[in-house]
């Protein structure tokens, strides 16, 4: 299976005119994983929706019960991978600017399917000010880039947070019948930006790996 995605970790090299807005970057609201800003309001009943919500929680703990523990000291970031994944430093320019980072992935060759997480240290705006960040504009950039490395097409995009870190959530779609489902977070306050992206050949990026993997990538 040719996974295009290996690559992806640079489609979060953002252009520095998109951190040289004059707006100010939203304050999210803190949550303790990625929370949806978007969402429909439900008239399920909190007791019943509470439930449902535990349910899903024990579901992916159980999935992920013996799963590889990683932890990023440069990154400050946790997640869990079906098994040890591989860990690589990658650096590129981007205006006289060097970007760094580091890509984490693991293949389940048998399923066909990909789990990555990274992190990458985004030029500081000139002047070194951080004030005028324009985070919407760096996640759109994130977005539109990742998908053009790909060659994929968004669908269901979703504002959604963790903690301080504003971020989307969205769906790719790939012309060979892959799929896959991203996340994107940037810190305003150092301009470092996180990814996690769950790719399955079968399309099934709702499946319960894939919401255990997802959802256990907490930033610190």
Request: hydrophobic share 35%.
């Amino acid at each position: 299976m040719k996974l295009r995605l290996l690559a992806i970790i640079f489609g979060l090299i953002i252009p520095v005119t998109a951190c040289n807005s004059s707006k100010q970057a939203n304050t999210p609201t803190p949550a303790q994983s990625p929370t949806s800003t978007s969402s429909p309001v439900s008239n399920v009943p909190a007791s019943s929706a509470e439930s449902a919500k535990t349910t899903a929680s024990s579901n992916e703990s159980a999935v992920s019960k013996n799963w590889y523990n990683y932890s990023s000291k440069d990154g400050k970031y946790s997640a869990k991978f079906p098994e040890k994944p591989n860990e690589q430093k990658r650096a590129s320019k981007a205006q006289q600017s060097e970007i760094s980072g580091t890509e984490v992935r693991y293949i389940d060759n048998a399923k066909q399917r990909l789990y990555l997480t990274g992190h990458v240290n985004l030029p500081t705006p000139k002047g070194g000010k951080l004030t005028n960040v324009n985070v919407d504009k760096i996640l759109d950039g994130g977005r539109d880039s990742m998908a053009k490395t790909v060659g994929a097409t968004v669908k269901n995009e979703t504002k959604i947070s963790q903690g301080e870190y504003p971020g989307r959530e969205f769906l790719m779609t790939l012309p060979n019948g892959l799929s896959a489902k991203a996340r994107i977070f940037i810190n305003p306050k150092n301009l470092k930006a996180y990814q996690a992206v769950f790719a399955a050949k079968d399309g099934k990026v709702d499946a319960p790996d894939a919401k255990a993997f997802l959802n256990s990538v907490k930033l610190k």
